[in-house]
């Protein structure tokens, strides 16, 4: 009415000749306004229109399909309150504990409750590396909301027995994944799918599936890998090498002990025992040598000679089997007498490498107790390559026994490299060796730097007892005050997360 | 000693959401070398970039916020930390101690003020209490009211005459010059609606009809002014305020309707004006689902006076504006021992709330909007655009500078919500809704600058 109302006198009231005619009280109440000059009567109608109008709103009609469908409800337990209430906290001010609170409420078959949802999936739209995790604890109410907001839509727990599917039309990471779930349940059938797919993929994707087969690798693979061998890209047959060297037994494994071999001899003396000899390769590789994945030295790469590369490259392909056959003991006892050897940086160079494919915790360990003189060895590879426990026994009693520098620098390093909470006696370490390391350095901004990292490092049960002890009075403090007051909260914060998961 | 605020009533009491998240960074105690209270107040010390700690206390019973740094939002965000501090973690603060000077000095002040100021009410109302020269000046007041409706009316029916096509030619002056002339005549509520005429003026294919409805109301107030003996007390307040002649307080209080009892504060928003802030925030009487409006302006630098915080209710006297249809009232002493709610009282269909809204327009016909909690909503999408449907199918549409629609639809997924919010010809505009996971407040903010 008033809309219409409204366009009759667009150009004016004069094109007015009458208002539109309404029954009952309004029509009455409109009719007179009649006697009124015609813009007066143009307005005393708009009020009483806009009042009507006003009143007499009626509700909508609305089809049964445009109401969004009741969401199932979760076979999963929603959240503690205060774990929901961390939650908040969380995505508000330390995004950086989400994986973490992620974790607990998967492992506690638990859900994070409606009133955290939009947050929750629009973090996970932009970190797309925890969508996973946010999917799961998004329960069935994410499903549903990423079926209604294609925005959200990686929030749809997807069936898990279309993996052909995902195989097929699935983006290459998402394949990888696949690929390395299925070779732990049927590393067949996952080489097969490699194998198909290595007919008609591009060298990125070969390189990425390829890599997948370190999963459950097994003598079954050997064949494909030796024919990856001879593969236009040189990134997909390195790999392939690598690998075969995995396997003791493999063609490649033997050939590559046999030019070891060749190379170095066991001296039996009368007085000082057993000397190793190395009869350095003078010759560059053959044609051979090249396809099993040895590569002469490139230029402007390392240190070494070509000749001491060509040892590197021969240590690093060959598995640590061999060196038994020399009978000069374990592996200390190996480096001990390479030692007194000329090449003594080649073979250790090579060792260190080989050490961390094999992830033999042995050679780790005896490789981690030597100088590393000229020879480039990776320490932090080494010690990532030891099992957990071994390698945060080793890191805690290295912080317990270093002193100034040295201390601070491992300090330095464990807390940059540390990717997820240590245990609790490399936990206790850390804490005592950042509070000694405060003390002695004064305005030291590195260490000031790694401290909300460390709050992120410590191991569950040790939370309790982390905020204890800080030389809060030391006349250094005040320069730390401010990023311990973040290692503060982010233990606080992961106190209650823990206890939000605590009951139940 | 129980904290006096939950985690999310002090949430609420957050100016807006990065005070809320500025406040998160403080929450650790490494950060306050003094955390103390007692029942009255707490207060600490919050290491900042500065040489000296900030020295911050609140006033527990309001609560009342004060600190030394130098932000200019109220309350800041170590007040805010502060509360939530106390609220998650006493066993950071040493209770029972007795107020530091610094604080104790506050306090009396406060409480000096408080006295001061019911002191000059009192004696206000005395002064007032000549009847004869406040009749003298109302009727003054009115009679300059009346010209600027005059030169009003005259230039209203030239903008019809001339049409709506023209009226959106004319020069900025034209409205621009009349606004100012009614601010002139003591009319600034009616100055309101010549911008919001301006405002609309092309904006979206329905303004004309939106154009008319406003002339429409400005001419009912118009009209219905010359005819201001025959008013009733009540119509004539409403039709006081629709012109922007408010009641000072001192006039609700001795007329007003007093209501003490039970309220839990339902809702807030915050609309930004420019030279000042406008809060409302509604209040639900739990006795019998009442609703009241609490109205606070608060121009640049200047300080919110009241902290009620959506999710809390508490006991106390409220006293309405007199209307024919009471909505706007006010709080004669602040709120003690606020609690969280229990729950709104819904009605239970889109048409019982559709009835108050009529209802409130029309006792009084310059209703805008009308407060309406209804039960077990759920969500309805309709292309781009949200209804929020009944329990029977009746609807009503979402308003759309609702800013957290996917928000509401995670809250209603699996059962059907309670929703409290504004009801305008523009749809509802939620600002809290019950779901069983429990109350959620969402608060509403927007910016509405005058183009002239």
Redesign the interface.
């Known amino acids: 009415m008033?809309?219409e109302?409204?366009?009759t006198?667009?150009?004016?009231?004069?094109?007015l000749q009458s208002l539109p005619a309404h029954e009952g009280a309004l029509g009455e109440a409109l009719a007179k306004t009649s006697r009124l000059p015609?813009?007066?009567q143009?307005?005393?109608?708009?009020?009483?229109?806009?009042?009507s109008?006003?009143?007499?709103?009626?509700?909508?009609?609305?089809a049964?399909e445009?109401?969004?469908p009741?969401?199932p409800?979760d076979a999963s337990p929603?959240c503690s309150v205060l774990a929901a209430?961390v939650l908040r906290?969380i995505l508000?001010?330390r995004p950086a504990l989400l994986p973490e609170w992620l974790e607990l409420a998967a492992a506690a078959g638990q859900v994070a409750?409606?009133?955290c949802?939009?947050e929750l999936l629009e973090w996970g739209r932009r970190e797309t590396a925890s969508q996973a995790a946010i999917r799961t604890v998004c329960g069935m109410?994410g499903s549903?909301?990423g079926r209604?907001?294609p925005r959200w839509e990686y929030a749809i727990a997807s069936p898990s027995d279309d993996d052909k599917q995902l195989w097929e039309e699935g983006r290459q990471p998402e394949r990888e994944g696949l690929l390395r779930r299925l070779r732990q349940e049927d590393p067949g059938r996952a080489r097969e799918l490699i194998v198909e797919a290595f007919a008609v993929e591009h060298a990125d994707c070969r390189t990425a599936f390829i890599a997948t087969l370190e999963t459950g690798l097994a003598a079954a693979d050997e064949a494909f890998l030796d024919r990856a061998l001879d593969d236009r890209s040189t990134r997909v047959t390195a790999i392939a090498a690598s690998l075969l060297s995995r396997l003791p037994d493999s063609a490649l494994s033997q050939r590559m002990a046999e030019r070891l071999r060749s190379h170095l001899k066991v001296e039996r003396k009368f007085i000082k025992g057993r000397r190793l000899v190395v009869e350095p390769p003078d010759e560059p590789f053959d044609a051979e040598a090249l396809r099993d994945g040895l590569q002469e030295q490139g230029k402007g790469s390392g240190k070494l000679g070509k000749v001491a590369h060509r040892l590197v490259e021969l240590v690093r392909l060959t598995p640590l089997g061999v060196w038994d056959a020399f009978d000069l003991g374990g592996p200390a006892s190996v480096l001990m007498a390479i030692e007194g050897t000329d090449w003594r940086d080649a073979l250790v160079q090579g060792l260190a490498v080989r050490a961390v494919a094999e992830a033999d915790a042995d050679w780790c360990l005896a490789l981690l107790a030597i100088a590393p003189g000229k020879a480039v060895i990776d320490r932090r590879a080494l010690r990532r390559a030891l099992p957990r426990e071994q390698r945060e026994a080793q890191l805690a009693s290295d912080l317990a026994e270093g002193r100034g520098k040295a201390a601070r620098e491992l300090l330095l390093e464990v807390l940059e490299s540390q990717e997820e909470p240590a245990g609790p006696r490399l936990s206790r370490q850390l804490v005592a060796s950042a509070q000694q390391a405060i003390s002695q350095h004064k305005d030291d901004w590195q260490l000031r730097n790694v401290l909300p990292i460390l709050g992120l490092l410590i191991a569950p049960e040790c939370l309790s007892q982390a905020?204890a002890g800080w030389p809060a009075d030391h006349t250094h403090w005040t320069y730390y005050?401010?990023q311990?007051?973040?290692f503060?909260?982010t233990i606080?914060l992961r106190t209650?997360i823990y206890e939000g998961f605590q009951h139940e | 000693m129980a904290a006096p605020y939950t985690r999310e009533q002090v949430v609420a009491m957050a100016p807006d959401s990065s005070s809320v998240k500025a406040a998160q960074k403080l929450l650790s105690p490494a950060k306050w070398p003094l955390l103390a209270g007692n029942e009255e107040a707490v207060w600490g010390h919050c290491r900042g970039s500065g040489r000296n700690p900030y020295e911050v206390q609140v006033d527990l019973a309001e609560p009342a916020f004060k600190c030394s740094c130098p932000s200019r939002k109220f309350p800041c965000k170590h007040g805010l930390a502060l509360l939530q501090i106390r609220a998650d973690q006493e066993a950071a603060f040493s209770l029972g101690e007795a107020c530091p000077d610094w604080v104790r000095e506050w306090l009396d002040s406060r409480r000096q003020r408080a006295e001061a100021k019911a002191a000059k009410a009192a004696a206000r109302s005395e002064t007032i209490a000549d009847p004869e020269a406040q009749a003298k000046r109302r009727e003054k007041r009115r009679q300059t009211i009346e010209t600027g409706l005059d030169e009003f009316e005259l230039w209203l029916q030239d903008v019809i005459r001339q049409g709506l096509v023209k009226a959106a030619e004319r020069q900025m002056d034209s409205w621009s010059t009349m606004a100012a002339r009614l601010v002139d005549c003591q009319a600034p509520g009616l100055a309101g609606y010549v911008r919001a005429m301006h405002g609309c003026l092309g904006q979206g294919a329905d303004w004309p009809a939106r154009f008319l409805g406003i002339a429409g109301r400005a001419n009912l107030a118009i009209q219905a002014f010359r005819r201001w003996e025959s008013l009733t007390p009540e119509l004539q307040a409403d039709l006081r305020s629709f012109c922007g002649w408010s009641l000072d307080q001192v006039e609700v209080l001795q007329s007003g309707e007093r209501c003490p009892g039970d309220w839990q504060v339902l809702g807030q928003a915050t609309v930004d004006r420019g030279q000042f802030e406008e809060q409302r925030t509604w209040l639900q009487a739990t006795a019998d689902g009442r609703f009241a409006l609490l109205l606070s302006f608060v121009a640049g630098s200047q300080t919110q006076v009241l902290t009620l915080a959506p999710g809390s209710a508490f006991t106390g006297e409220l006293v309405y504006y007199p209307s024919a249809a009471p909505e706007r009232a006010i709080l004669p002493s602040p709120p003690e021992n606020p609690r969280p709610l229990e729950t709104m009282r819904p009605v239970a269909t889109v048409s019982e709330a559709l009835g108050q809204l009529a209802e409130a327009v029309a006792r009084c016909p310059w209703t805008k909007r009308r407060p309406v909690a209804i039960d077990a909503m759920r969500l309805a999408r309709r292309g781009e655009r949200w209804l929020l449907v009944d329990r029977g199918g009746a609807s009503l549409s979402l308003h759309s500078a609702f800013q957290r629609p996917w928000h509401l639809a995670a809250l209603a997924a699996r059962d059907p919500v309670a929703i409290f919010g504004e009801l305008s010809a523009d749809g509802l505009l939620p600002l809290a809704c019950q779901s069983p996971e429990g109350f959620f407040s969402l608060p509403f903010t927007a910016t509405e600058h005058a183009r002239i």
């Open positions: 008033l809309s109302l409204a366009t006198i667009m150009l004016g009231s004069g094109r015609t813009e007066q143009v307005l005393a109608a708009a009020s009483l229109l806009a009042t109008e006003r009143a007499g709103m009626l509700p909508q009609v609305v049964e445009e109401v969004l009741p969401c409800a929603t209430d906290q508000g001010t409750p409606p009133s949802l939009e109410t549903w909301l209604l907001n905020l005050a401010s311990y007051a973040e503060d909260l606080r209650r």
